[in-house]
């Protein structure tokens, strides 16, 4: 049974930081792409950082315009935990923030941040960032 929990989020003022953290469960971590995705109120869900294991020493990070440079993926493959490093946090960074699973999946360039390449998702965790 795969499993995927989200936490971490929280309230924060603008340029403040917060680390979301995945706990994954039920599957290879190390043959998939993992990845965070979020959906602020009224808006359509943003694929924003995912990482794909091509192999079990190979992996890639892909990071949407809106966050690279502010935002790092990191990870701890022995306990199958994925870390989101989020700094410079912006108002418009307000979002629900899903974590989400391509099991099997270890190349999805072109495609990482479509929505419908991965079949698990968590439950969410709310980051509000405030002026």
């Known amino acids: 049974q795969v499993q995927l929990v989200e936490s971490g989020g929280g309230s924060v003022q603008a340029g403040g930081s917060l680390r979301l953290s995945c706990a994954a469960s039920g599957f290879t971590y190390r043959r998939s792409c993992m990845g965070w995705f979020r959906q602020a109120s009224g808006k359509e869900r943003e694929g924003i950082a995912v990482i794909c294991f091509s192999d079990f020493w190979t992996h890639y990070a892909s990071y949407a315009d809106s966050v690279q440079g502010r935002f790092t993926l990191s990870q701890e493959t022995t306990q199958s935990r994925m870390y989101l490093q989020m700094s410079g946090l912006e108002p418009e960074d307000t979002a629900m923030y899903y974590c989400?699973?391509?099991?099997?999946?270890?190349?999805?360039?072109?495609?990482?941040?479509?929505?419908?390449?991965?079949?698990?998702w968590g439950q969410g965790t709310q980051v509000t960032v405030s002026t």
């Open positions: 989400a699973a391509a099991p099997s999946r270890t190349d999805l360039r072109g495609r990482v941040f479509d929505g419908s390449e991965y079949t698990y």
